[in-house]
């Protein structure tokens, strides 16, 4: 991956009055490699500062290592120039996930161990979940829970760094198996098990155990979770990244691609419910019928995608990690923040740039 970590873009001029904005990272596998490029282009815009960071799965890893580069050194000192070194450790995080195959090679290798040898293009990482679901749990077929993640963010990640990080807040859900509650991890409960919670899906690895407490994927309860940006950071405006797309042109009638779409619509489902929310309470907000302060702001909402590019790749090339994909991602993400910030910068702190009700909402009547 020789391109990689990218060239600086051509700098953006600094206004007086930097926006202060709060992002929301969702979790998607190797697709998180389009946030990198979001968060990239985001890092290199002086006009943009960030308040807080929310993020499941691999927008908790996206999360965590550009914490990892404002985070102060060992000896309390300040790092010298923080935005470089979040790019840098989001680069290196990125280079490493694609150096190791990620989770695509174990899911490949096991599946054509179950099907005789068949081609993963063949049977597909969905279907290799479902075999693994009905035939073998991953406390047998992987019972010393191996997880090459686990070894790439200890080594490269300062977690005690992140913990006593001021700003940007860091927050990462993970999913209470036996409740099925989200769980949000911060500040000194930040760690590197928090992380792998977030990140542990059921059919590959065994649950995370944290204080006793069983943890599987974040992006099951809340992907990613809104609330700690509301109640704990300053900053009204939301970014969603957003990788799961919304919508489909097309009814799925393959096995295949059924699988794909119930996946999409599991990791959006608690996006969807936050989002619906947020809209009510904006409007009790409009009509007067909430007072606005500390308990209750109305919020500003927006949303970087990959758009129509996103959605041609399958839910599940999410288990690859393809160095030619990755890289592809990163670019896309890196042009998707580009047009947003030309078409809607001047929008934060003044407005949403995304219709809630029309695009999270749905058929919900707006007097509801």
């Given at each position: ?65 550009l914490a990892h580069g404002f985070a102060p050194a060992q000896d309390g000192s300040p790092t010298p120039k923080p935005r470089e070194a979040a790019r840098a450790s989001l680069a290196k995080i990125w280079q490493g996930v694609a ?66 990080l001021q700003a940007p807040k860091v927050f990462v859900s993970a999913t209470h198996v036996t409740t099925g509650r989200a769980e949000i991890f911060f500040g000194k409960h930040l760690t590197l098990e ?175």
């Open positions: 991956m020789n391109s990689l970590p990218p060239a600086p873009l051509s700098a953006e001029p600094v206004t007086a009055s930097p926006r202060r904005v709060n992002l929301a990272l969702q979790g998607g596998g190797s697709h998180g490699a389009f946030t990198w490029g979001v968060l990239d282009v985001l890092l290199q815009d002086e006009r943009i500062e960030i308040d807080g960071i929310s993020g499941a799965s691999a927008g908790a890893v996206n999360a965590v290592a150096a190791m195959g990620s989770l695509g090679s174990m899911a490949d290798s096991i599946s054509k161990m179950l099907m005789g040898g068949w081609p993963s293009e063949k049977v597909g990482t969905n279907f290799f979940g479902n075999t693994m679901s009905q035939w073998m749990s991953p406390y047998q077929s992987n019972p010393l829970d191996i997880n090459p993640l686990r070894k790439l963010l200890q080594a490269e990640i300062a977690f005690a760094g992140i913990a006593a928090a992380v792998m919670a977030s990140t542990c899906l059921p059919t590959l690895f065994q649950a995370v155990e944290i204080n006793g407490q069983p943890y599987w994927d974040g992006g099951f309860s809340s992907n990613p979770a809104l609330l700690p940006l509301i109640s704990e950071c300053s900053s009204r405006d939301i970014i969603v990244v957003q990788i799961n797309p919304l919508k489909r042109p097309e009814i799925p009638q393959t096995p295949h691609d059924i699988m794909d779409r119930v996946n999409e619509l599991t990791f959006n489902a608690s996006l969807l419910s936050q989002m619906r929310t947020i809209d009510f309470i904006n409007r009790l907000l409009a009509d007067g019928r909430l007072q606005e302060g500390v308990k209750y702001k109305s919020l500003l909402l927006h949303r970087i995608d990959g758009g129509e590019a996103l959605e041609e790749m399958p839910s599940s090339s999410k288990m690859s990690a393809d160095t030619a994909m990755i890289e592809k991602l990163f670019e896309m993400g890196q042009g998707a923040a580009k047009r947003w910030l030309r078409r809607h910068f001047e929008a934060l702190g003044r407005q949403s740039t995304v219709d809630i009700h029309r695009d999270y909402v749905g058929s919900l009547p707006r007097e509801f």
